[in-house]
């Protein structure tokens, strides 16, 4: 079945950059997306088809696209980022898959 | 306002039934695919399934976890999706999320309800 493959955890320093990775063979011929989720609460959207970033979310939250990897990045990390990150695509076969997130840690 | 509430969670024993739903309202649900998603105590997100709309025939699709055991239907009359869980296994203990893609533009599941937890266990 198909992977989608994210590091456990990132830990960076207020005002930083944080990149989080996530590998799948598929993703240079599906979209990736990405959701935030804090704790006890739902997961939510801040970057959908690669790179484009939904109504609402703010501009240090880009993401990249290069081969079978993309990425999410937080410019400037602010505490209130402290979150697990989640990519999700799909391998064409009308199915939905989540890399195993990642923990982002704010030091 | 578009929102997404999900009901009927509880413990379960295994090889039970229980059936969620998730009631929409805000939008035009009939037109949306509607999708759950689950979440295991301390672990990732995971898909379960989706219904199209139908528009696109209604037809469903399964992660091959739950296949066999879990059916999703939709009432468009009433706005509300449901999830039929059927023999039911400790390792579905999880909370489960009903989304859809709301935003065209998006194409993506930017819509969630709150979750209703699920708890398999003798």
């Known amino acids: 079945s198909y992977e989608l493959t994210q590091p456990p955890s990132v830990s960076v320093s207020p005002g930083q950059t944080a990149r989080i990775t996530c590998s799948g063979d598929?993703?240079?011929?599906?979209?990736a997306y990405w959701y935030q989720q804090k704790p006890g609460q739902a997961p939510v959207l801040v970057i959908y088809?690669?790179?484009e970033r939904p109504s609402g979310i703010p501009e240090r939250f880009s993401g990249s696209s290069s081969g079978t990897t993309v990425t999410l990045t937080i410019s400037g990390v602010q505490a209130e980022d402290e979150a697990d990150y989640y990519c999700?695509?799909?391998?064409?076969?009308?199915?939905?898959?989540f890399g195993g997130g990642t923990k982002l840690t704010v030091l | 306002e578009v929102q997404l509430v999900e009901s009927g969670g509880g413990l379960v024993q295994p090889g039970r039934s229980l059936r969620l739903s998730c009631t929409g309202s805000g939008f035009t649900f009939g037109d949306y695919v509607m999708s759950w998603f689950r979440q295991a105590p301390g672990k990732g997100l995971e898909w379960v399934g989706f219904?199209?709309?139908?528009?696109?025939?209604?037809?469903?699709e399964y992660a091959a976890s739950v296949k066999g055991r879990f059916t999703i239907s939709r009432d468009d009359s009433k706005s509300i999706a449901y999830l039929q869980m059927n023999s039911l296994k400790t390792e579905d203990t999880a909370v489960y999320y009903c989304?859809?893609?709301?935003?065209?533009?998006?194409?993506?599941?930017?819509?969630w309800g709150q979750g209703t937890l699920v708890t398999v266990s003798s």
């Open positions: 598929a993703l240079p011929k599906q979209y």
């Open positions: 219904i199209r709309s139908k528009a696109y025939g209604g037809t469903t």
């Open positions: 989304t859809t893609p709301y935003n065209s533009i998006y194409d993506a599941f930017d819509i």
């Open positions: 088809k690669d790179s």
């Open positions: 999700q695509s799909t391998d064409s076969s009308d199915t939905w898959v």
